[in-house]
């Protein structure tokens, strides 16, 4: 890790920064993808399979409805009580419909209603991501969502992860559809004889998958957020454990090389012993060479207090943040910007990332400023809606007539004086 | 407008289309137009205010702290009730932070927290739209935003728009900048000597301004949503008012030339008489040359009931939607995708428009399908909390590592095995 001590607060922005990663960059060969999925739909699916992924598919659907699956016993008990903790935690997000009057007679209220199509890509690559499968599904079903598609690759063999396919049946999805990368989200951009077309699109992947989903959003889907490498900022002081700062900074840089570890604390002590800690854990890695990239990149940074600590944390934007502090509540109500937020030293990142209830598809890449992370919100449109009663128009209706007529737009005002002198006692 | 008489199914998508509208065609005027503000900052935007607006600027900005607008009495009290209204509906909005205790010793919560540097854009053109500048800056100061910048263009003698100015002083606005079209998004993205860079960036506009918006998305800035002409899609039966329809369609034609308005109803004989009311009261329109332009490229659609009527509007997806029926909260209950719904004879479309309380910056061109409009959700991210305590970490942990290790993470799960292992009775 570089260090660094008391930086200036003219340094910060420097020490925020994020690998530069441009999707524009990836846009013609993308571009070329979606418009060959959007023409050629399955056969370029499968073409790309073939080309990419290397297997030669008889179908792009599975259905699951007469498959079964096997998964080790203690590994179905997690995932059980990893959907039982997010189904409670994301049923709790569900909106009341709560009618306001805001005026005698001038009813106002919204009502949440799903998005009818949604879309869920689930990355393939080293391991299956049955943790991501969860985090979609179960808040697209909470929202009611009517048709949830879900998009994977098939595995080496062509066919279908062994527990992602139990995952699935677990959570009630009939069909999946093998399918990755850019022609996924291509496919459900666009729609294909076996892929429906899709309202929005969910999902982490690569910088292809990233730029297809950018791309998606100009034809008029909806993406969950923008993308970048995963992150996590640790603000710990001497009351944390060495130990438990060092593995949970490994847990993000195994993620990939580019992930962004950053240790800030109030002691020097405790940045040298994370220093120690790390070089001791990460030797057990099997994604040690990624972790160690990851690692070498990544920055330590010694500032005057913990108040201090928050602030630069609110301006790096982490997509994790993590406190081990001492009055870590009082930490917390300072934080105004970041994805997740874990208190104290019992609250690991791998709680938020599988099961204590929390989403893990969370906003990156400093995007914690403007974007939060996947909710049941992100599966409903949020309606308003309204009703006036005679008496309302008649109390509204005169200063409508005013604004309109200040705006100069007479056809806005002629609909409220036809309704007023409509009831005008004749 | 346009008859249609009973469509088959095969001809609604056609029916549903709207304009093709392609701000990518504008791309390179308008990401000149970054660029050059990027790179000059204020004195780009000066310049643009000469070229564009034919207006000599001394400042970009106007201090509203030491400044008095007059206004008419009665416009400044419909002002004050449209506050008023709008305040409450928002205010109903904030979301109350709720513990979950999703297993034992494992509490998950989340936080809506204020974006904190917001940019509203209010346009300028034909009138002073102080409406948008209601529905934008009261959500975000219920939202607790810490700044709102505020972008307006300057009025023909390079000042401030008399309304504007009052509505700002009363919504406590201290300075306002007076820059507009795609040079204002530009200088809230980027940041100017005069003009913030912000987070997030709201506001109507004409088709640079979405260009320049859509392009400010792509270099890391939010944005509410994609936008498109404004439209409004009215189910009518026998008992609607036949000159309500009709002027209920024409403010909403005399937006502009390609504003959408589409009439669906079962009954042929009102579809008659709005059309003869539509000639009557559409003469008499200051924006009639507007408003016949948009009425001729409009539709009515006889349908063979109410629920199919209903059925081709969630397909429609409009950003306004009327129901002027019997029985009108039954077929709003089958509403599924509109931006705001107006229910009954009474509650006319500039009800929202102005002063109900409902927000008028809401989805169009189909985008209610997967986006909501503007509310105080608009204006925050919900930043999820978690805790374990030594309990929560004991239930929670076996499950944690049963995962991680089926997704090959080594480093999650060391993560917890350490806290584990910590725990344990020695």
Known sequence: MKKYTYPDKSQWPQLCKRPAFDPAELENKVASILKTVQVNGDQALLNYSREFDKVELDSLSISLTDKTFTIDSKLAEAIKVAKSN?????????????????????????????????????????????????????????????????????????????VIGWTCKLLGIKKIFLTGGAQAIAAMTFGTASIPKVDKIFGPGNQYVTAAKQMAQKIGVAIDMPAGPSEVLIIADDSAYPAFVSADLL?????????????????????????????????????????????????????????????????YAPEHLIIATENVDAIAEKVTVAGSVFLGNWSCESAGDYASGTNHTLPTNGYAKNYSGVSVDSFVKKITFQKLTEEGIKNLGPHLEKMAEAEQLKGHKNAVSLRLEKLKPS
């Not at 943790?131 to 929202?143: D, F, G, K």
């Open 86 to 162: 997010i189904e409670k935690f994301h049923g709790s997000q569900k909106e009341e419909t709560r009618v306001i009057e805001t005026m005698q007679g001038v009813a106002c209220w919204r009502k949440s209603i799903a998005i009818q199509k949604v879309g869920l890509y689930i990355p393939g690559g080293s391991a299956p991501l049955f943790s991501t499968l969860l985090m979609l599904v179960i808040p697209a079903q909470i929202a009611g969502c009517n048709e949830i598609v879900v998009c994977t690759p098939a595995d080496k063999s062509g066919g279908l992860n062994e």
């Open 251 to 315: 847990s993000q840089a195994e993620h990939g090389s580019d992930s962004q570890v950053v240790l800030v604390s109030d002691s020097e002590k405790l940045i040298a012993e994370v220093g120690i800690e790390l070089q001791k854990q990460i030797e057990d890695l099997p994604r040690k060479e990624i972790a160690e990239q990851a690692v070498a990149s990544s920055r330590s940074i010694l500032l005057e207090s913990l108040d201090v600590a928050v602030e630069f944390s609110n301006e």
